[in-house]
C-alpha cells in the first residue's frame, strides 16, 4: 500500500511538473486531422504512448475520436499540440488543433459523425472558415495520406452544420 501510495505521488509529480513546460498556442486557425494507424486505442493508450515512449509532456492530440464515435479531449485546448510538426513545410503546433481517427483510413458512420459535430464546435468556437483552403487556415490533413478520408467533404459537410446551426 506505501509503494502503492508512493508511485501515486511520484506520478502527480510528473505529470504536473510536464504540464507546467507546456505552452500555450496563441491563436488558433487550423484544426489538423490525423488517424492513428492502429486498430484500436482511446486517449489513455495514446497518451501512454506519446508520454512513455515518444517522451513528450502530454497526448500530443487534443481529441480522439474512437472506433465507437466517442470524443474524448486528450491535450487541453488551450495548449499547443505536438501532433503537427511535421507533415508540411512548416511546424502547424503553434496555431491548430488536433484531432485523430482510430484507425488507418476507413471509418464507420459513428466516428464520421462525431467528426463532423466536433468539427463544427471547434469552427464556431475559434471562428475557423471550415472551407479555408490556405496554408494555415481551415481543416487539414496531417500529409497526404493522413488522415485518408476525403477532406472536402468533411469540410463540406462541416460547413452545412454550421449552417444549420444558425438558423
Not at 11 to 22: D, Y
Not at 88 to 113: I, K, M
Not at 127 to 150: R, T
Request: hydrophobic content about 40%; charged content about 25%.
Amino acid at each position: 500500500m506505501k509503494t502503492m501510495s508512493l508511485l501515486m505521488a511520484s506520478f502527480f509529480v510528473f505529470s504536473t511538473v510536464s504540464l507546467a513546460r507546456m505552452v500555450e498556442r496563441e491563436e488558433t486557425t487550423v484544426i489538423v486531422i490525423h488517424h492513428s494507424a492502429t486498430e484500436q486505442g482511446d486517449v489513455d493508450s495514446f497518451r501512454r504512448h506519446h508520454v512513455g515512449v515518444n517522451g513528450w509532456n502530454d497526448i500530443g492530440y487534443h481529441y480522439v475520436i474512437t472506433k465507437d464515435g466517442e470524443i474524448q479531449p486528450g491535450r487541453a485546448e488551450h495548449l499547443q499540440g505536438a501532433h503537427a510538426r511535421t507533415g508540411r513545410d512548416f511546424n502547424r503546433n503553434p496555431f491548430s488543433l488536433g484531432v485523430v481517427f482510430v484507425g488507418h483510413s476507413e471509418y464507420n458512420e459513428e466516428q464520421l459523425r462525431s467528426m463532423v459535430v466536433l468539427l463544427a464546435d471547434l469552427c464556431q468556437r475559434y471562428k475557423i472558415n471550415p472551407l479555408d483552403l490556405s496554408e494555415k487556415g481551415g481543416i487539414q490533413g496531417h500529409h497526404e495520406e493522413c488522415p485518408g478520408v476525403d477532406l472536402d467533404i468533411l469540410r463540406s459537410l462541416t460547413a452545412r452544420l454550421l449552417i444549420q446551426k444558425l438558423f
